[in-house]
């Protein structure tokens, strides 16, 4: 049970901190509103990306 969880952590993490050198690459400043639904979008997309990633290896299992 703690795997799973684990792992869908890890992946949202990666998928975050991915997402985070993207929009510093693509961007230089921002107005803190912004960041807050930056944030808010990576954390989504990332758990969706997990949950996606977890759902294709559990079936292959």
């Known amino acids: 049970?703690?795997?799973p969880m684990i792992l869908s952590?890890?992946?949202?993490?990666v998928f975050c901190a991915g997402?985070?050198?993207f929009?510093?690459?693509a961007t230089d400043m921002l107005?803190?509103?912004?960041?807050?639904?930056?944030?808010f979008t990576s954390?989504?997309?990332?758990?969706?990306f997990a949950q996606a990633v977890l759902k294709r290896?559990?079936?292959k299992t």
């Open 31 to 39: 107005m803190q509103n912004q960041i807050i639904v930056i944030s």
């Open 1 to 3: 049970m703690i795997r």
């Open 43 to 48: 954390g989504f997309l990332g758990s969706l």
């Open 23 to 25: 929009i510093d690459w």
């Open 19 to 21: 997402f985070a050198v």
């Open 9 to 13: 952590a890890v992946l949202t993490g």
């Open 57 to 59: 290896w559990k079936s």
